[in-house]
């Protein structure tokens, strides 16, 4: 049922905001496990998460690390950050731009990402500088 709703979720948000809702649907579950594949298993991972959504790929990486990851969400849209927070308690969920990420990590204390994830189909940016190491 949850599939459902998010889709319905996902349908409102692209109508109410196009520009910063990159998908009228949620990642499936197989694409969320193929995406999450190479986050490394053991240790205590840093894994960056852009535009989470409603949190297909969030499940797939807690799921995949054992919950053992140093989760950091970035998501622009209030209430999906919201819904995520609610979610995954577990995952450190910050409503903010992932261009902001390198001043995400460092106010965490994070050097650097093991592993940066997104499952936005595209990303339509305004001009402008981004993110260390991320190109929109």
Not at 46 to 72: C, D, M, N
Not at 77 to 89: D, F, G, I, V
């Amino acid at each position: 049922m949850t599939a459902w709703v998010d889709t319905g979720r996902f349908v409102r948000e692209f109508v109410r905001d196009p520009l910063h809702t990159a998908s009228v649907t949620p990642s499936s579950r197989a694409l969320a496990a193929a995406m999450v594949r190479a986050i490394p298993t053991t240790g205590s991972p840093v894994v960056v998460e852009l535009g989470p959504g409603t949190g297909a790929f969030t499940r797939a990486i807690q799921e995949h690390t054992g919950g053992r990851a140093r989760h950091l969400a970035v998501e622009l849209n209030p209430r999906w950050a919201q819904l995520l927070t609610e979610r995954h308690p577990e995952v450190d969920v910050v409503q903010a731009d992932a261009r902001d990420l390198a001043r995400l990590l460092a106010d965490r204390g994070l050097p650097a990402a093991d592993a940066v994830v997104s499952g936005s189909r595209g990303w339509r940016t305004p001009p402008g500088p981004t993110a260390a190491g991320c190109t929109p």
